[in-house]
């Protein structure tokens, strides 16, 4: 993946999402811990809203967390006080099946009703098992099915493709 640089990434999604700041009525950025939330910090940093930048802890939204044998470590979520009537810019860095981005979208609602709520990922690797579709996309890549993205790192993001280890 040395083709693929986490920063050219991030510079294109805040291009995109720079029009969305420019009236008084800005969108709240809510990143999903932890690669969407390191993503969506980068973003707030570039953009500068007048918005508090939201982190959201999925942990007990899953509905996976079972099967895939995560044994969860809850973290609180921080979001603004008010999300009604909101734009919110969810975060993350990798859209695969989709279920992470149903997750996050359940909990937003049960911090209020936000207004809409657009998609931002950094890599798209399709794969979906649910009907969700990001809105701003840095980059779509196929990987084979026992593939995987990971990003690393804190204040020099980095990104890798691994094998899945197999289970039995």
Not at 32 to 57: H, M, Q, R, S, V
Request: charge should be negative; glycine fraction near 8%.
């Amino acid at each position: 993946m040395t083709d693929l640089s986490v920063n050219k990434l991030i510079q294109q999604l805040t291009a995109e999402l720079a029009p969305l700041f420019s009236s008084t009525d800005q969108p709240v950025i809510v990143g999903i811990e932890t690669g969407g939330y390191l993503i969506a910090k980068a973003l707030y940093d570039n953009l500068n809203p007048d918005t508090e930048l939201g982190k959201l802890n999925i942990t007990f939204y899953r509905d996976d967390f079972t099967k895939t044998g995560l044994h969860p470590t809850v973290k609180p979520s921080n979001l603004p006080s008010d999300i009604d009537g909101k734009t919110i810019i969810l975060v993350d860095d990798v859209l695969y099946s989709g279920r992470t981005v149903r997750a996050a979208m359940n909990e937003l609602f049960d911090y209020g009703r936000p207004d809409k709520i657009l998609l931002a990922i950094l890599i798209d690797r399709g794969g979906r098992e649910l009907p969700i579709q990001a809105d701003y996309v840095g980059q779509t890549i196929d990987l084979a099915e026992d593939e995987q993205i990971k990003l690393s790192g804190q204040d020099s993001l980095n990104l890798r493709i691994q094998k899945n280890k197999i289970t039995q």
